[in-house]
């Protein structure tokens, strides 16, 4: 959509709004305590991935410099995005950008890192791009027939329900959601929030983790050991390995640190400001009951039964 640049600077950075950011509004759904949704490819999707945005993220001409860090919602992507920036800048902040969010390109959303296919193509090698789509929906076309490099972090998903839920919670893009948390629980289970499955996406990406432009990552690993995965990350994208740079990106990427440093924290977005909100492994303890932690292990355990490794759900 285009809008006069006034009015796009007014909404699209600060506040989402289905009337400026939607499209298509008669094919948005509601839910239950007001869930806001649209279906693509059968996937429950947010208002603002327009079809629109999502056909050009699509089809967007990747580069064999580009890198594209995925992942399913609130699994550490932000997280995965200031170390990648820093990677590709020596370990500083770029000279020219004032945001992580002005830093990067969300092809598919129309909100919050809106850019024109000319500025994309203006833009200097390495690009970085944001994306939350399952494998079948990647940006490029087939992960595996394009030049670009794919990076995607994966979570235990009883913290990622969590996370979601408190991310979701009474949110302009979810239609001020309203529920509980047992009924979030639910259709998180279901695959019925925002993105879908939390299975699916993982599983669809972690069968094709082998692929030579592929690294599957755990934010579990991050935490436990960060500058292994640091250096992981750093050979799958063909960049030196200094010990000082590495340090350097270990100390600005701690979670103290996003949270209160103005290039990474999101300040800019009004209802961000929960975002930087634990910061933890195994935090879920505070808010599953034993019932709901028992059901969503063995709802787990059948999801997985034909399937991967398992994830460590403790
Ligand atoms: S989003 O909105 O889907 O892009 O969210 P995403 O960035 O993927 O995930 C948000 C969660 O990651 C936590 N986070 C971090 N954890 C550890 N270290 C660092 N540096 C860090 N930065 C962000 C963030 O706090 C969210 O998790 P919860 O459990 O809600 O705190």
């Known amino acids: 959509m285009d809008l006069p640049k006034q009015l796009n600077d007014k909404f699209s950075i ?3 709004s289905d009337g400026i950011h939607a499209d298509d509004l008669e094919n948005l759904k509601t839910g239950e305590y007001g869930y806001r949704y ?3 490819e059968n996937v429950v999707m947010p208002p603002y991935i327009t079809p629109e945005k999502y056909q050009f993220s699509r089809t967007i001409q990747t580069r064999d410099s580009d890198i594209c860090y995925t992942s399913y919602p609130k699994s550490g992507s932000t997280w995965l995005a200031y170390i990648l920036v820093l990677i590709v800048n020596n370990g500083e902040i770029p000279a020219c950008k004032d945001t992580l969010r002005n830093s990067l390109h969300w092809v598919a959303s129309s909100w919050t890192y809106p850019r024109s296919q000319a500025e994309l193509e203006a833009t200097p090698s390495p690009r970085i791009f944001k994306s939350h789509m399952p494998y079948q929906m990647a940006l490029g076309g087939d992960p595996i027939k394009n030049p670009c490099k794919y990076i995607y972090i994966a979570r235990n998903p009883k913290d990622v329900a969590v996370s979601y839920y408190y991310f979701e919670r009474e949110k302009s893009w979810s239609g001020y959601y309203s529920g509980p948390w047992d009924h979030w629980l639910k259709i998180f289970m279901e695959g019925n929030v925002q993105r879908g499955s939390w299975f699916d996406h993982v599983l669809s990406w972690w069968q094709h983790r082998d692929a030579d432009n592929i690294l599957f990552l755990r ?3 991050l935490k436990a ?5 640091l250096r992981k990350i750093m050979t799958f994208l063909g960049y030196e390995q200094h010990d000082d740079m590495i340090t350097k990106i270990a100390e600005k990427t ?3 640190n996003m949270q209160k440093d103005n290039f990474s924290n999101m300040h ?3 209802e961000f400001h929960s975002f930087f909100r634990k910061g933890k492994v195994r935090s879920w303890k505070e808010q599953f009951e034993e019932d709901q932690c028992l059901a969503f292990n063995e709802f ?3 999801k997985n039964e034909r399937h991967w490794t398992q994830f460590d759900l403790g």
């Not at 050991?225 to 995965?229: A, M, S, T, Y």
């Open 300 to 302: 787990y355990e059948k």
């Open 268 to 270: 800019e977005i009004k």
């Open 254 to 256: 701690t979670f103290e």
């Open 14 to 16: 600060g506040e989402y």
């Open 225 to 229: 050991n960060f500058k292994q995965e």
């Open 219 to 221: 934010y579990e690993d």
């Open 38 to 40: 649209r279906l693509l």
